[in-house]
């Protein structure tokens, strides 16, 4: 119904002698088309909830960090990361000693080791 539309208001100012003005209702009209047309088709933008604060992994953090044991958290790490995982936990803890400001900066450099879209999802 539209393209029909279109169709004719193109046909009606070429007619008139309205050549440019057709050229430039068409060139409005085909990036208009592009634009929803991306719109449509685009994938939708998707935050997983295990990546952000309020996730399992980052409950499994805040668990892991509280009671000292990294091993809640290790579940969601891949095997060949559980090392450098271990490393940054260890890490945490020592600065986490330091005052309450150092325990949160801390907390949150764990969290977006672990989870990288933490801090921006939430």
Wanted: aromatic share 8%; hydrophobic share 50%.
């Amino acid at each position: 119904m539209i393209t029909c539309h279109v169709s004719s208001i193109i046909v009606r100012l070429a007619c008139a002698g309205n050549v440019k003005t057709a050229r430039k209702f068409i060139a409005r009209w085909a990036g208009l088309a592009s634009v929803l047309a991306s719109l449509l088709f685009a994938p939708p933008a998707s935050f997983a909830h295990c990546d952000t604060l309020d996730g399992p992994v980052v409950a499994a953090a805040r668990k892991a960090l509280d009671s000292g044991d990294v091993n809640p958290v290790l579940m969601w790490v891949r095997s060949k990361d559980e090392g450098e995982i271990r490393q940054h936990f260890e890490k945490t803890l020592a600065v986490r000693r330091v005052n309450a400001q150092a325990q949160e900066l801390a907390d949150m450099y764990f969290f977006e080791t672990l989870a990288p879209d933490s801090a921006h999802a939430h």
